[in-house]
């Protein structure tokens, strides 16, 4: 079993509307991550957080908005997105971001309409 | 130049084969690598780190080569349940320790 959970697993929006992805992690670990992946890729990594701090933005889209409230938590709020952003948003933690054995969530399965 | 590269697939493998899978690597200060599994429609997992002194666990040898940088990953007495994809992983170490993905490798192991 995943030991970073991922909340909902499935999400179906509309393209004006605001929604929250979420993510909870026990493990200690104070690097959390956000990825993308579409079908047939491999996962692309969006965010870093390390120590609660933004450490890496791979120069994602604004209607893309990540939080990380605590060491444990880490959201990832949406707002006006497009149909192309449909995909499997993956959480991940490790240990430390220098040491990124990591554990991902079920992710969540976003379709845009 | 990719970053991280992996031989394309997919391979198809008797139970009971050897196989193997190779990852280039660019950037010669990478720190950190990895091989990942993911199963059709679920989340990669870790497999195994990839040190430079060889890393083994099992059927599964994976080796490093710095001077190529290249990564490898053998697969002994393949299952039906080792088909799935296997991700090469890096650690880029540029702009805060990136993590890149490679592509990744199918394998269908068949009865």
């Known amino acids: 079993d995943t030991e970073v959970t991922q909340t909902p697993k499935h999400l179906v929006m509309g393209m004006t509307n605001k929604k929250s992805l979420k993510c909870e992690q026990h493990?200690?670990?104070?690097?959390m991550y956000w990825y993308k992946q579409k079908a047939k890729k491999p996962p692309e990594l969006m965010f870093v957080y390390s120590y609660e701090k933004l450490s890496i933005n791979e120069s994602v889209p604004s209607r893309f908005s990540p939080e990380c409230p605590n060491s444990s938590l880490l959201n990832l709020h949406l707002h006006a997105l497009q149909p192309e952003d449909s995909a499997l948003y993956l959480c991940?933690?490790?240990?430390?971001?220098?040491?990124?054995?990591?554990?991902f969530g079920q992710g969540t399965r976003l379709t845009v309409v | 130049r990719k970053e991280v590269e992996q031989d394309p697939g997919p391979f198809n493998v008797p139970e009971g084969a050897t196989v193997a899978f190779n990852c280039t690597y660019s950037?010669?200060?990478?720190?950190?690598f990895f091989w990942y599994r993911q199963d059709c429609r679920k989340e990669p997992k870790l497999l195994m780190s990839?040190?430079?002194s060889g890393n083994e666990d099992g059927r599964f040898t994976a080796q490093l080569n710095r001077a190529s940088q290249y990564i490898s990953l053998l697969i002994r007495d393949s299952k039906l349940s080792d088909s799935a994809t296997y991700l090469c992983v890096v650690n880029d170490g540029r702009g805060g320790f990136k993590t890149i993905f490679g592509a990744g490798t199918r394998l269908f192991v068949k009865a």
């Open positions: 493990m200690g670990h104070r690097a």
């Open positions: 991940a933690s490790s240990q430390e971001q220098v040491n990124p054995e990591a554990f």
């Open positions: 990839v040190y430079s």
């Open positions: 950037n010669s200060a990478s720190q950190s």
